[in-house]
């Protein structure tokens, strides 16, 4: 059974951190790219951050580059988003995806169940 599991959300005060964890079962996630996804309440889910098969390449959005960082361990099927100084604007359900390059959502065949982010004081 194909399964992604994030965890490592909750709440913080602004201009903390936190770092989600993704863990893949089921199937391999060093044949696919490997990317996060955000959805607040009332709006659409839109990609925050993806990085290639191999863990060369990486792509953020403007809002959070040089705050988050995408990283993956291919050997424990695992992606990471680690999140510092997060501002309240971050807050939402934070969803990983696993499929091809890019931030359309389309593009992405497996999703968690997604973790909640919180920041507020």
């Known amino acids: 059974q194909v399964q992604l599991v994030e965890s490592g959300g909750g709440l913080v005060q602004p201009g903390g951190s936190l770092r989600l964890s993704c863990v893949a079962s089921?199937?391999?996630?060093?044949?696919?790219?490997m990317s996060w996804f955000r959805q607040a309440p009332g709006k659409e889910r839109f990609f925050v951050a993806g990085?290639?098969?191999?863990?060369?390449?990486?792509d953020l959005i403007d809002s959070v580059n040089g705050r988050f960082t995408i990283s993956r361990d291919n050997a424990k099927n695992t992606v990471y988003l680690q999140m510092n100084n997060l501002k309240p604007e971050d807050t939402a359900l934070y969803y990983c995806?696993?499929?091809?390059?890019?931030?359309?959502?389309?593009?992405?065949?497996?999703w968690g169940q997604g973790t909640q982010v919180t920041v507020s004081s």
């Open positions: 990085i290639n098969s191999r863990g060369s390449s990486s």
């Open positions: 995806a696993a499929g091809a390059y890019g931030s359309d959502r389309r593009n992405y065949d497996f």
């Open positions: 089921g199937f391999t996630i060093s044949s696919y790219h």
